[in-house]
Nanobody, 120 residues
Framework: QVQLVESGGGFVQPGESLKLSCAAS??????????MRWYRQTPGKERELVASIDMTGRNTNYADSVKGRFTISRNDARKTAFLRMNSLKPEGTAVYFC???????????WGQGTQVTVSS
């Protein structure tokens, strides 16, 4: 079972930036065999897919709401995925979760989440 630990959340003002990290351990094979995703969730709403990165690290996808402002990346040697968030907006306030799926199968594993609050 993969263990994921997110970090880097916090309280920022609109327009500021944060970089989230997702450190992985306990996985099958190597970290590079996992597709990594970032989701976010606010109270009363379903979890929303924010960004994904494939096993090669060359292909990424983003929700329309974050395109051009967020960047997902991975460092396989460090077994860590990242989400760089620029120009944050108040609607970006949420708990952010990372997800790891071995060979992109099944539901994958989840971290405990990290809170991001964007407010003036």
């Amino acid at each position: 079972q993969v263990q994921l630990v997110e970090s880097g959340g916090g309280f920022v003002q609109p327009g500021e930036s944060l970089k989230l990290s997702c450190a992985a351990s306990g996985f099958i094979g190597t970290f590079s065999t996992y597709v990594m995703r970032w989701y976010r969730q606010t109270p009363g709403k379903e979890r929303e897919l924010v960004a994904s990165i494939d096993m090669t690290g060359r292909n990424t996808n983003y929700a329309d709401s974050v395109k051009g402002r967020f960047t997902i990346s991975r460092n396989d040697a460090r077994k860590t995925a990242f989400l760089r968030m620029n120009s944050l907006k108040p609607e970006g306030t949420a708990v952010y979760f990372c997800n790891a799926r071995y060979l992109n199968h099944g539901d994958g594993s989840w971290g405990q989440g990290t809170q991001v609050t964007v407010s003036s």
